[in-house]
T-cell receptor, first 113, second 111 residues
Framework: LAKTTQPISMDSYEGQEVNITCSHNNIATNDYITWYQQFPSQGPRFIIQGYKTKVTNEVASLFIPADRKSSTLSLPRVSLSDTAVYYCLVGDNVGNAGNMLTFGGGTRLMVKP | DSGVTQTPKHLITATGQRVTLRCSPRSGDLSVYWYQQSLDQGLQFLIQYYNGEERAKGNILERFSAQQFPDLHSELNLSSLELGDSALYFC??????????FGSGTRLTVV
């Protein structure tokens, strides 16, 4: 599994756009990039997944450059409720493979009023 | 509700005891993953099952074991419990493609 590197923590203010970048230099051809959000004492929640270029859903956008060695999760107009730990994971997209969902340290986002 | 059900939500037990945590995956998902998360720590992968078969093993202690039953629910058995086993235990399931869906976890406290 490709190793990922993220900032340990980030601070922002309500209403701002937050961009969290993840480095994954040894990403494999079959690997997808997935981001999860975790609140204290809750299980991680899927936010967005992508393979290349840009993916957007109702909560976030994911930007992936052509070399796919990094990705950026963009949260538009954050609110206090977006305070959480955000994990970037890289791995294949096949459910029956012997893949391990290895979480790195994640990025602890603190949104201030 | 994520569709992944974990029971019990909370468990308090004494050192040396044995407990069983249960997970029912999202309907249609064949893969089940178990994770341990100690206080303010990251998620540590323990073990994966796919359609009843063990597929991958992570940092799972010999005192811990798991299985997946024909109805696809899974159980994680923790024995000879130690204080350091106190943690949140999460189960996740996954179908073909897409992300992983996590349950709300079981909080184990060993006293």
């Amino acid at each position: 599994l490709a190793k990922t590197t993220q900032p340990i923590s980030m601070d922002s203010y309500e209403g701002q756009e937050v961009n969290i970048t993840c480095s994954h230099n040894n990403i494999a051809t079959n690997d997808y990039i997935t981001w999860y959000q975790q609140f204290p004492s809750q299980g991680p929640r899927f936010i967005i997944q992508g393979y290349k270029t840009k993916v957007t859903n109702e909560v976030a956008s994911l930007f992936i450059p052509a070399d796919r060695k990094s990705s950026t999760l963009s949260l538009p107009r954050v609110s206090l409720s977006d305070t959480a730990v955000y994990y970037c994971l890289v791995g294949d997209n096949v459910g029956n493979a012997g893949n391990m969902l290895t979480f790195g340290g994640g990025t602890r986002l603190m949104v201030k009023p | 509700d994520s569709g992944v059900t974990q029971t019990p939500k909370h468990l308090i037990t004494a050192t040396g005891q044995r407990v069983t945590l249960r997970c029912s995956p999202r309907s249609g998902d064949l893969s089940v993953y178990w994770y341990q998360q100690s206080l303010d720590q990251g998620l540590q992968f323990l073990i994966q099952y796919y359609n009843g078969e063990e597929r991958a093993k992570g940092n799972i202690l010999e005192r811990f074991s798991a299985q997946q039953f024909p109805d696809l629910h899974s159980e994680l058995n923790l024995s000879s419990l130690e204080l350091g086993d106190s943690a949140l235990y999460f189960c996740a399931s996954r179908g073909q493609g897409g992300g992983y869906t996590f349950g709300s976890g079981t909080r184990l406290t060993v006293v």
